[in-house]
């Protein structure tokens, strides 16, 4: 991110602007919609400027800037349409202390404007950094079609009643009392009597929500795919914009981790095969210690936390104290891994069961599962196997398994860095070894890329 986005603060400070044409009657036009003080540096304004220096919407100086003509501003556009105008220009006002944007020039601008959906005070803020105007636009115009026009009011009566919202206290009972106001109460009543009936709602409604009574600590298990965000359900999206903390997982991506409320508390208590964990007791405290307090906590799992993610135990552990709780499944890593291959699980004629195996349990097998795993066009998803690549290997040869058998690794499945690494099971430790795999990695036993399938069969005649 090489521009931070704020809101500045305009109301009653000075903001001047140098040049009198298209691009200067562009910026005043949304320079206009603040309560800042604008200066106008023009010898040759267009009407329109000279009508607001006119009706007091402005203060127009007839002639070029000169130095100190921008002291005390806290903005600067240079609008001249002129390369050589603008640098003067702007080179006066960076001496004289004011921030510089120069219109259709990134690069020695100081600051860029966004494209701006406009429900005051409500405003939302779209920029690409110069990148993509279209895409702003077209962002823009997606925004102003979702958000009705009735929103500024509701926000500007909401922002006059915030005082009195003060006797809840500070926390879920007031956001639940905005929320109803903004998404339920408040629209409600301005369909049906406009902004008066917004207002005599209000008293009503802080009453109600007076009288609720807290709600208890909840629990949901809520699963965060693999790792790309646009794969996350709808249900775990709701539960992270309602969670006050949530407990996550190593494997849940950052990106995961930005769409919960910035109030939310995060605690990470990620493990990692044969490293340093969280205990799975400490887990359970946490989780019970936070909902006891009636907080509202997520316990937020890679994949789909009833797969390999210790749910069961979780469960008990919450049932004992007497908490709620719901389970949110989720898209699973070896469903994203597969799909990555362009392949599915199960195929009429070669599979119609697939194993999901984890790596930590290999020992725990009994010996006739291997040697169902080592029949022909048998299918496995194997979860946190790296470390027990060798044993798997071993055990599937030692029953039988061909040695041309493909196997797939897939790291940080669906994610931006995905990386697929196509071996065989004779080759599998020396091409894990090689591939430097550091990410989260599932192995799909029994399946190679659909681009590679063909090459399959000269691999199978050269160990044949």
């Known amino acids: 991110m090489k521009h931070f986005p704020i809101f500045v603060a305009l109301e009653g400070r000075r903001v001047v602007l140098s040049g009198g044409g298209e691009a200067a009657l562009a910026k005043l036009r949304l320079l206009l919609k603040t309560e800042a003080k604008l200066t106008v540096f023009a010898p040759e304004p267009a009407k329109e400027i000279a009508d607001w220096d006119a009706q007091g919407r402005l203060r127009l100086v007839r002639r070029s800037m000169e130095p100190g003509d921008a002291t005390c501003a806290v903005l600067f556009y240079a609008a001249d349409e002129d390369d050589a105008e603008d640098a003067r220009t702007s080179a006066i006002a960076r001496a004289d202390g004011a921030m510089v944007n120069i219109v259709d020039n990134l690069g020695d601008s100081e600051f860029i404007t966004p494209a701006i959906v406009d429900r005051d005070p409500v405003t939302v803020a779209i920029g690409t950094e110069g990148a993509a105007p279209v ?13 009705p026009a009735t929103l500024g009011p509701l926000a500007r009566i909401g922002k006059a009643f915030r005082k009195a919202v003060e006797v809840l206290p500070m926390g879920r009972k007031r956001r639940d009392f905005w929320a109803d106001f903004y998404f339920n ?32 600590g909840h629990v949901a298990f809520v699963g965060a795919g693999p790792g790309d965000p646009e794969l996350l359900t709808l249900k775990a999206r709701k539960a992270l914009d309602e ?14 981790l930005e769409l919960a409320r910035r109030e939310a508390v995060l605690v990470n208590v990620g493990k990692e095969g044969f490293g340093p964990s969280t ?25 789909d936390p009833t797969v390999f993610g210790r749910l069961d135990e979780e469960i008990e552990a919450v049932m004992e104290a007497g908490i709620s709780w719901h389970v949110v499944p989720g898209i699973t890593a070896a469903s994203a891994a597969v799909a990555s291959l362009g392949q599915s699980m199960t195929k009429r004629g070669r599979n119609s069961s697939v194993r999901l195996v984890t790596g930590h349990d290999m020992k725990g097998f009994a010996e ?30 030692m029953y039988g398994a061909d040695r041309a058998t493909p196997v797939s690794i897939i790291e940080n499945a669906s994610r931006p860095d995905q990386r697929i ?44």
Not at 205 to 211: A, G, I, M
């Open 421 to 464: 690494v196509p071996a065989t099971l004779a080759g599998l430790v020396n091409d894990l070894e090689t591939a430097e795999i550091n990410g989260p990695a599932l192995m799909l036993i029994g399946l190679a890329p659909r681009a590679a399938e063909a090459a399959l069969t000269d691999i199978q005649q050269e160990f044949a």
């Open 368 to 397: 006739q599962e291997w040697a169902s795993l080592a029949r022909p066009g048998e299918v496995a998803a194997v979860y946190m196997g790296k470390k027990s690549a060798r044993f798997i290997q071993g055990r599937l040869l």
């Open 279 to 303: 205990s799975q007791t400490d887990i359970n405290t946490q989780i019970i210690e936070h909902a006891s307090q009636g907080a509202q906590v997520v316990r937020l799992k890679g994949g």
């Open 243 to 256: 969670a006050d903390v949530v407990i996550h997982d190593r494997l849940v991506a950052p990106e995961i």
């Open 185 to 216: 109460a408040g629209p409600r009543a301005m369909d049906q009597g406009g902004e008066d009936a917004v207002q005599d709602t209000l008293p009503a409604l802080l009453d109600k929500h007076e009288r609720v009574q807290e709600r208890d």
């Open 135 to 147: 895409l702003a636009r077209a962002i823009k115009a997606d925004l102003e079609a979702r958000l």
